[in-house]
């Protein structure tokens, strides 16, 4: 066994499955090509390739890791297709038509052809209304039927074959004893089957949200089951200790197994939040307050903003269809279909398109030689020779670049465009995509993008970095070292964090009411407390902040403001409350708070969080100050449409302090980076190269 300790990060994405390995003297990352059919298997492959970079066995290395973190996309897969297991529900009666009214959504737009209804999770008649009822004051107004409790059960299980329930009554975040006493009547008949109440994976108020997360968690959980364990047994096969392994979740930490299986929820898009942990950490590292994290992998384009060390949550995440909202809180990302696997067509008004439908990795783009016969962003790159077929993946994969131009050959003669010409129009269609989401998570959110530094990562964004930074008005990008596993680097950096939530409903212009405010967090701290001492965690380390979401009365959604720790006393009603009005009027602008207005907390939330420990960036020591190119090519400019002789550089000849100008191409290996004519590029001390609009 070697004797250097390993830390290990892994982000199956939906192409590739990324390994970083960190230790005391180096970082190291490899790619292997995700497997669908099961994932744990692409991330053995992709610890095969890092081991064999280290020269070690992958039973050496693994023996060697005394923590891993993984990234999992099994999750992101069960919702985005809705192939989750067979749910059945049981439901307050008089609300059994909540899933499919859905609050009634209209995409607010002109095409009625757009306004689709809401996608079926759940068939109607696997929804079963019982008698129950408690009010909003937490008073029982209707006792719960347990017969037809157990009529409902024996239906679902017996006749319509459900193999998870979800039990959501009206009112259970005031008094849990009727969806508790449900769930404990089902699993009395069936012992074996799992059944989630909505009061224990979200216990805040507006039932659409607390119901829908209850149901996408009975969705998808037997997936993550099978999944961890499978992933859990090789691993340890190999030679992983015990207790090594931990999930990454959407919140920006780490899970034990048991807790992933326990909350499958979580891991969500644990994948593209790395991305942006990491990139928080090289933002403190460089001095860099306003950051927008690109990440563009093989079927998506994640966007999202880092502001003075701080990233935003969003917690009302959409799962499968805009509609479909839940109460899952997770880092705020902005994704799209605009990957290197994103797949162009021309729609039935003949104008060309690409995504959101990707080719993932199998058959993959057309250039894969698995089968692939439809035009991909990646097949576009390959036609207008920016990458390179006979040199993909540091040379592990050759790639078919006569398959790539068929396609797009095919592609062009709809439209009487070359090849080249076509795979321009679909470099300029993702270009676009990319814009418009650099926009949505900047300008429709009041930030103006021009005082940002794009962080671009991911295997394709360099690529395309360039191109989206001068449309949106961004000066500066910043390729980190590592780019194309910048994700997985970012989940074995992740501290342990947990959410707690409860909603107390608090009037401001009712002081005195304020302990209610105090009893809740007092016992969400020591719920805290108590989950990190059976994980086996010292609770004398755990960090907890405390944040409160604040409404004007009769306003229906909430702004979240920061609280002081220790206990809220009657006195500080007043300077919550002219800070909320500051709050407000910082969001939307001057004038606008309802001045005079009672203001209510709805929810308070507690973070807990404990450092796991995080490996450093580390100084480059590669390369020249004066790199020569290794290569001169004739690449396809796709904004001039003209070929254009650029120079190729090695990333790892190019050392610190080296001052380059485009056009030219840098080779990573595993990716690609392009600095047009309009840039110059500069090696910085921990391996980031700078570009900057000259």
């Given at each position: 066994?070697?004797?250097?300790?390993?830390?290990?990060?892994?982000?199956?994405?939906?192409?590739?499955?990324?390994?970083?390995?960190?230790?005391?003297?180096?970082?190291?990352?490899?790619?292997?090509?995700?497997t669908r059919e099961d994932l744990s298997n692409g991330v053995v492959d992709g610890l095969g390739v890092v081991a064999e970079e280290l020269d070690v066995s992958l039973d050496?290395?693994?023996?060697?890791c005394p923590r891993m973190v993984n990234g999992t996309t099994v999750v992101t897969n069960a919702v985005t297709e809705l192939r989750g297991r067979p749910v059945g529900i049981?439901?307050?009666?008089?609300?059994?038509?909540?899933?499919?009214?859905?609050?009634?959504?209209?995409?607010?737009?002109?095409?009625?052809?757009?306004?689709?209804?809401?996608?079926?999770?759940?068939?109607?008649?696997?929804?079963?209304?019982?008698?129950?009822?408690?009010?909003?004051?937490?008073?029982?107004?209707?006792?719960?039927?347990?017969?037809?409790?157990?009529?409902?059960?024996?239906?679902?299980?017996?006749?319509?074959?459900?193999?998870?329930?979800?039990?959501?009554?009206?009112?259970?975040?005031?008094?849990?004893?009727?969806?508790?006493?449900?769930?404990?009547?089902?699993?009395?008949?069936?012992?074996?089957?799992?059944?989630?109440?909505?009061?224990?994976?979200?216990?805040?108020?507006?039932?659409?949200?607390?119901?829908?997360?209850?149901?996408?968690?009975?969705?998808?959980?037997?997936?993550?089951?099978?999944?961890?364990?499978?992933?859990?047994?090789?691993?340890?096969?190999?030679?992983?200790?015990?207790?090594?392994?931990?999930?990454?979740?959407?919140?920006?930490?780490?899970?034990?197994?048991?807790?992933?299986?326990?909350?499958?929820?979580?891991?969500?898009?644990?994948?593209?939040?790395?991305?942006?942990?990491?990139?928080?950490?090289?933002?403190?590292?460089?001095?860099?307050?306003?950051?927008i994290c690109a990440d563009m992998g093989g079927t998506s384009f994640d966007v999202a903003l880092v502001r003075e060390g701080e990233f935003t949550h969003s917690k009302r995440?959409?799962?499968?269809?805009?509609?479909?909202?839940?109460?899952?809180?997770?880092?705020?990302?902005?994704?799209?279909?605009?990957?290197?696997?994103?797949?162009?067509?021309?729609?039935?008004?003949?104008?060309?398109?690409?995504?959101?439908?990707?080719?993932?990795?199998?058959?993959?783009?057309?250039?894969?030689?698995?089968?692939?016969?439809?035009?991909?962003?990646?097949?576009?790159?390959?036609?207008?020779?920016?990458?390179?077929?006979?040199?993909?993946?540091?040379?592990?994969?050759?790639?078919?670049?006569?398959?790539?131009?068929?396609?797009?050959?095919?592609?062009?003669?709809?439209?009487?465009?070359?090849?080249?010409?076509?795979?321009?129009?679909?470099?300029?269609?993702?270009?676009?995509?990319?814009?418009?989401?650099?926009?949505?998570?900047?300008?429709?959110?009041?930030?103006?993008?021009?005082?940002?530094?794009?962080?671009?990562?991911?295997?394709?964004?360099?690529?395309?970095?360039?191109?989206?930074?001068?449309?949106?008005?961004?000066?500066?990008?910043?390729?980190?070292?590592?780019?194309?596993?910048?994700?997985?680097?970012?989940?074995?950096?992740?501290?342990?964090?947990?959410?707690?939530?409860?909603?107390?409903?608090?009037?401001?212009?009712?002081?005195?009411?304020?302990?209610?405010?105090?009893?809740?967090?007092?016992?969400?701290?020591?719920?805290?407390?108590?989950?990190?001492?059976?994980?086996?965690?010292?609770?004398?380390?755990?960090?907890?902040?405390?944040?409160?979401?604040?409404?004007?009365?009769?306003?229906?959604?909430?702004?979240?403001?920061?609280?002081?720790?220790?206990?809220?006393?009657?006195?500080?009603?007043?300077?919550?409350?002219?800070?909320?009005?500051?709050?407000?009027?910082?969001?939307?602008?001057?004038?606008?708070?309802?001045?005079?207005?009672?203001?209510?907390?709805?929810?308070?939330?507690?973070?807990?969080?404990?450092?796991?420990?995080?490996?450093?960036?580390?100084?480059?020591?590669?390369?020249?100050?004066?790199?020569?190119?290794?290569?001169?090519?004739?690449?396809?400019?796709?904004?001039?449409?003209?070929?254009?002789?650029?120079?190729?550089?090695?990333?790892?000849?190019?050392?610190?302090?080296?001052?380059?100008?485009?056009?030219?191409?840098?080779?990573?290996?595993?990716?690609?980076?392009?600095?047009?004519?309009?840039?110059?590029?500069?090696?910085?001390?921990?391996?980031?190269?700078?570009?900057?609009?000259?």
């Open positions: 066994m070697p004797e250097a300790s390993f830390e290990i990060g892994v982000d199956v994405g939906g192409t590739h499955t990324d390994v970083v390995v960190s230790s005391e003297k180096e970082i190291i990352h490899g790619k292997a090509l995700t050496d290395l693994l023996a060697a049981i439901v307050t009666r008089g609300f059994r038509d909540t899933f499919r009214i859905a609050r009634g959504p209209r995409l607010n737009i002109f095409d009625d052809h757009q306004q689709t209804p809401v996608p079926t999770v759940v068939d109607w008649d696997r929804t079963i209304e019982v008698t129950e009822r408690i009010d909003q004051a937490g008073e029982v107004v209707a006792d719960l039927a347990e017969d037809e409790v157990q009529a409902a059960a024996r239906e679902l299980v017996e006749e319509k074959g459900v193999e998870a329930i979800a039990v959501v009554f009206l009112w259970s975040f005031k008094d849990q004893r009727h969806e508790l006493r449900a769930k404990e009547i089902v699993n009395e008949l069936y012992p074996d089957l799992y059944v989630v109440a909505s009061s224990e994976v979200h216990p805040l108020s507006r039932e659409f949200e607390r119901w829908n997360t209850a149901v996408f968690t009975a969705f998808v959980r037997e997936d993550v089951v099978t999944y961890v364990r499978g992933l859990e047994s090789k691993l340890h096969d190999s030679g992983l200790p015990a207790n090594s392994l931990s999930l990454f979740q959407c919140l920006g930490g780490t899970l034990l197994p048991s807790e992933a299986i326990e909350q499958p929820l979580q891991l969500m898009d644990s994948g593209p939040v790395g991305g942006v942990i990491a990139s928080r950490a090289l933002a403190s590292e460089l001095e860099l307050d306003h950051v995440r959409a799962l499968g269809h805009d509609a479909l909202v839940t109460g899952l809180a997770a880092v705020d990302i902005v994704s799209i279909g605009a990957g290197g696997g994103s797949i162009a067509w021309t729609d039935r008004r003949g104008v060309p398109q690409v995504g959101p439908e990707s080719a993932g990795s199998n058959p993959g783009p057309a250039c894969y030689g698995r089968g692939g016969e439809r035009p991909t962003v990646t097949d576009a790159m390959v036609v207008m020779n920016f990458i390179d077929p006979g040199d993909y993946l540091g040379g592990r994969r050759e790639l078919d670049g006569e398959a790539s131009r068929r396609v797009f050959a095919e592609l062009g003669s709809r439209h009487g465009w070359s090849p080249e010409h076509a795979a321009a129009a679909v470099h300029s269609i993702a270009v676009t995509n990319m814009v418009h989401a650099l926009r949505e998570v900047s300008v429709h959110k009041g930030h103006d993008p021009r005082g940002f530094t794009m962080l671009s990562y991911g295997g394709m964004t360099p690529l395309f970095a360039c191109t989206v930074a001068e449309q949106t008005g961004i000066s500066r990008v910043v390729v980190p070292p590592h780019s194309a596993a910048f994700s997985a680097w970012g989940v074995v950096m992740a501290d342990r964090v947990r959410r707690y939530a409860r909603t107390v409903s608090w009037n401001l212009e009712a002081p005195e009411e304020v302990e209610g405010v105090n009893r809740a967090a007092a016992e969400l701290e020591e719920r805290a407390r108590r989950d990190a001492a059976e994980a086996g965690l010292d609770p004398e380390l755990l960090r907890q902040r405390r944040i409160g979401s604040f409404r004007f009365l009769g306003q229906v959604w909430e702004i979240d403001m920061p609280l002081a720790d220790g206990r809220l006393e009657p006195g500080d009603a007043g300077a919550l409350y002219d800070r909320f009005v500051a709050t407000y009027e910082s969001v939307y602008g001057r004038g606008t708070a309802w001045k005079g207005s009672p203001v209510v907390m709805l929810d308070l939330e507690v973070h807990a969080s404990i450092s796991d420990g995080r490996p450093k960036f580390r100084l480059w020591s590669q390369g020249s100050e004066k790199p020569t190119p290794h290569a001169r090519r004739t690449i396809f400019d796709p904004v001039r449409r003209e070929s254009l002789a650029v120079e190729v550089y090695a990333d790892a000849e190019i050392g610190v302090g080296a001052e380059l100008s485009g056009p030219l191409i840098i080779d990573g290996g595993d990716t690609t980076i392009y600095v047009p004519a309009e840039f110059s590029c500069a090696r910085g001390p921990l391996g980031n190269l700078d570009l900057t609009r000259r």
